[in-house]
């Protein structure tokens, strides 16, 4: 009989490498909490109990415009400033919930990313304009990094497929359309995602809707309130406090979940609302299309209306139960997550950074407040508030030092004022300085450092730099690094240069952009012919830098806080570094011949020298 064949026995040996399909490279997750027409002084942490007893005592008080402090009523948001940082002095882009969202996930007003803020039903024009190229959303920007961008939410107006809907960059959207089951629904979606994505990154957006009339709060949260005079007089406004209190619940359930699941440590938490709530007698009056202001928003623009909490935690990076006292906005939001993941802001935003606050750097110039309403827009300066209608040629001006409550209209009583307010909203809507404003300073914008080595002899390098999109203007400061300045010209967005490499000397560029996530586009020549191009502390062979730094890729290639080891003597071609915003750039200091020696071997061994081989 024939003998059964030989089991077959097979050996492999290899140098497996596993590529991720989309790998996440960022550093946190983030869990980031909205709840509609949440007021910050109804969270006990976010009053500020100088800043109340001088409101109490102006010339004329707020009454009922400010909520009294209530301990025990959020513990859940107490106990995360107590561990992060509080923006007391808080606003949102806008009067209510499409255009205060899209502001802070888009990083600039709504009228500014192409969405009419008056509008409620959004015409098909308008809306393929703003699909037309992607619009500078945070969503995106992080599912481009890898993380899974997904909300949990009740609000109609992040639905795309809906008239008054606009698409904001999520994965998925979960839309609960419950008045009074919507919190715990919201709550277990979002608990089952965290369960889910613990081992991988994730941007998750969590959207309650308590506080947003009408109000039916459970009974043990409206018995959370107590009664006058530690409470408001008001049924309807404890019954809002009440809200607030259920949704704080819900936070504080989740905030649990991350802390089981061991995220808390590589978690950043953002606590905010998309705008406030009018709760004041004194704005109990109907709005420009006869909507009632009190207990709205959308109809009015008054500061209560558009104040908003500010919470940002993340252990090592937004600890210690800080108070940021600046002024600061919703707008800024996506720029500091950004900022903090260690990604570059769309030029197309217009906020700021709150990074640079939180560690102590000192603005010349408050920032500038901009709320956009149903059909009015307000500016806050100084000490002034003044609302703009559109359906009126009557500005509304208010003192907030003397009339913290706005009842008392000053527009006629002070006509300079409400002249400069007028100049200055124009200017603050057009994205241009102030008269008086002061340009950013050059430490608060990155340095592109470009050094030319020329192997010991004379060769001429010659480039364009173009700064911008081409769709938002950008501007460009240099300096010369070992040769003249003349040799640079600067023509608005473009800069053209022509150096000349000495034997034993570096010469180069050092470039700043504002705005600062401008993409720079290159074209560099070496002796009229190709030029190498190297990039990062490393000075390896340029990837994603070779023909600029058009994206959060090439950047990162070049990324530095020193320029690499180069020997002009040896090394042939164009090397680029860049530090970030608020970084020292430095420059390598001399080493002895000794370690000069050591530091070219190891870059040869290591394939690492840019010629030096």
């Known amino acids: 009989p024939a003998l059964p064949a030989p089991p077959m026995s097979i050996a492999a040996w290899g140098d497996p490498i596993v590529v991720a399909e989309r790998p996440a490279r960022l550093p946190y997750n983030v869990l980031w909490f909205v709840v509609d027409a949440l007021r910050p002084d109804a969270v006990a942490s976010l009053h500020e109990p100088e800043e109340d007893r001088e409101r109490l005592a102006a010339r004329s008080p707020p009454l009922d415009a400010l909520l009294p402090r209530v301990p025990g009523l959020t513990p859940s948001l107490d106990a995360l400033a107590a561990r992060g940082v509080r923006f007391p002095h808080a606003w949102s882009a806008a009067t209510w919930t499409r255009a205060g969202t899209l502001a802070m996930l888009g990083g600039a007003r709504s009228s500014e990313l192409g969405i009419d803020p008056t509008r409620r039903i959004l015409s098909s024009e308008a809306l393929a304009r703003y699909y037309a190229t992607p619009p500078p959303l945070l969503p995106l920007a992080l599912r481009g990094s890898g993380a899974e961008a997904a909300a949990f939410v009740n609000n109609l107006f992040m639905a795309g497929y809906v008239p008054a809907g606009i698409d904001l960059g999520f994965e998925r959207v979960t839309d609960h359309r419950h008045r009074t089951r919507d919190t715990a629904e919201i709550a277990a979606d979002a608990s089952a995602f965290l369960r889910a994505h613990a081992a991988s990154r994730f941007f998750l957006f969590v959207n309650f809707h308590s506080p947003h009339e009408p109000y039916d709060p459970p009974r043990e949260m409206l018995a959370r309130v107590p009664p006058p005079p530690d409470g408001p007089q008001d049924g309807r406004v404890r019954a809002y406090l009440a809200e607030a209190a259920k949704d704080d619940a819900a936070i504080g359930q989740l905030l649990g979940d991350l802390d089981a699941l061991g995220l808390t440590g590589r978690t950043l938490v953002v606590v905010t609302s998309d705008h406030g709530e009018t709760l004041s007698v004194a704005h109990d009056a109907d709005g420009p299309d006869g909507i009632g202001q009190r207990f709205h928003h959308a109809a009015g623009n008054y500061e209560e209306t558009t104040r908003i909490p500010l919470i940002l935690a993340l252990p090592g990076v937004l600890d210690g139960g800080r108070a940021v006292a600046d002024r600061v906005r919703s707008i800024d939001l996506a720029p500091t997550v950004l900022d903090v993941e260690g990604l570059e802001t769309d030029p197309r935003m217009t906020g700021r950074s709150l990074m640079p606050l939180v560690r102590g750097a000192r603005e010349p110039q408050p920032r500038v407040v901009v709320s956009e309403g ?66 950013p300073e050059a430490a608060a914008l990155p340095t592109v450092h470009l050094r030319v080595a020329g192997a010991g002899g004379a060769h001429r390098v010659a480039g364009t730099l173009d700064a911008g999109d081409g769709v938002r203007g950008a501007r460009l400061a240099f300096d010369v690094v070992g040769g003249p300045r003349d040799a ?84 042939l071609g164009v090397f680029v570094t860049r530090n970030r915003a608020g970084e020292t750039p430095g420059e390598l200091t001399p080493a002895s011949a000794e370690a000069t020696r050591e530091m070219r071997r190891v870059l040869e061994e290591w394939g690492y020298a840019h010629g030096s081989h």
């Open 374 to 439: 149903r059909q009015s827009r307000a500016i806050l300066w100084d000490r002034y508030r003044m609302v703009v209608r559109e359906d009126s040629a009557d500005d509304v001006l208010f003192d907030l030092r003397d009339d913290p409550g706005e009842r008392h209209d000053l527009a006629r009583a002070l006509p300079d004022v409400r002249g400069e307010l007028r100049a200055r909203l124009r200017a603050a809507l057009a994205n241009v300085p102030a008269a008086d404003a002061k340009e």
């Open 488 to 571: 640079v010209r600067v023509d608005g967005p473009r800069l053209t240069f022509a150096l000349t490499t000495q034997p034993d000397a570096l010469v180069g560029l050092d470039v700043r952009v504002d705005p600062a996530g401008a993409p720079i586009a290159w074209q560099l020549a070496l002796d009229d012919g190709p030029c190498p191009v190297f990039a990062g502390p490393f000075g390896l062979p340029a990837s994603e830098a070779r023909a600029g730094l058009r994206d959060d890729a090439a950047r990162a290639d070049a990324d530095a806080l020193a320029l690499p080891f180069v020997d002009p003597a040896r090394d």
